[in-house]
């Protein structure tokens, strides 16, 4: 028997027996599929479209938040709501450059002989600097070093919004 979980008329079933999800019949490789997704978010329409994670696709924003990602399990709520248009600039930025670094690698990939990172190393590592990417670009600093930042932005901003007047951090699960 399935364990069914419906709260609020949304289904919240997790399937607990791995073998009932069907295999994806997607074949393409998880570099492909990276460098795609920074295309994606690179380019993606925030300030008119949101994120839907149940149904995997985009939908009309219903509110003027930077970023709306509708709550998987309570659909009327966003669960990006604490993220800024800054930071939300940043990410883009960030997936543009990545998308363009994996675009470059693509063309001129290092020989396995060279010992040079490239495809999602060459994103990750902070010692990895890109002569071509930072001719290119304003900001000298590693892509790695920019989303640790984002992060740590985020982090700072959500603490603050939970933090109440005495002291007490509340964490709220309405916005």
């Given amino acids: 028997a399935e364990d069914k979980c419906i709260i609020e008329g949304n289904n919240c079933t997790f399937i607990r027996d791995l073998n009932k999800i069907k295999p994806s019949e997607n074949t393409e490789t998880l ?4 460098k795609e997704f920074f295309e994606y978010f690179g380019n993606f329409a925030f300030n008119k479209n949101s994120i839907n994670i149940r149904q995997g696709r985009e ?3 219903p509110d003027s938040s930077p970023l709306h990602i509708q709550n998987p ?4 709520l966003n669960i990006s709501k604490n993220v800024s248009q800054s930071q939300l600039q940043k990410f883009v930025d960030l997936a543009r450059e990545s998308a363009w670094i994996l675009q470059e690698e693509d063309k001129d990939r290092p020989s396995p002989s060279s010992n040079q990172p490239w495809g999602l190393a060459a994103l990750l590592l902070s010692s990895v600097t890109n002569s071509k990417s930072l001719a290119k670009k304003k900001n000298k600093r590693p892509a790695s070093e ?3 930042s984002l992060l740590d932005s985020i982090k700072s901003n959500s603490t603050e919004n939970a933090t109440t007047a005495n002291g007490k ?7």
Avoid: A
Avoid at 169 to 175: A, G, K, Q, V
């Fill in 31 to 34: 570099e492909l599929l990276l």
């Fill in 59 to 61: 939908q009309n924003k």
């Fill in 73 to 76: 399990f309570e659909t009327s």
């Fill in 146 to 148: 920019r989303i640790r």
């Fill in 169 to 175: 951090r509340t964490i709220s699960t309405h916005t």
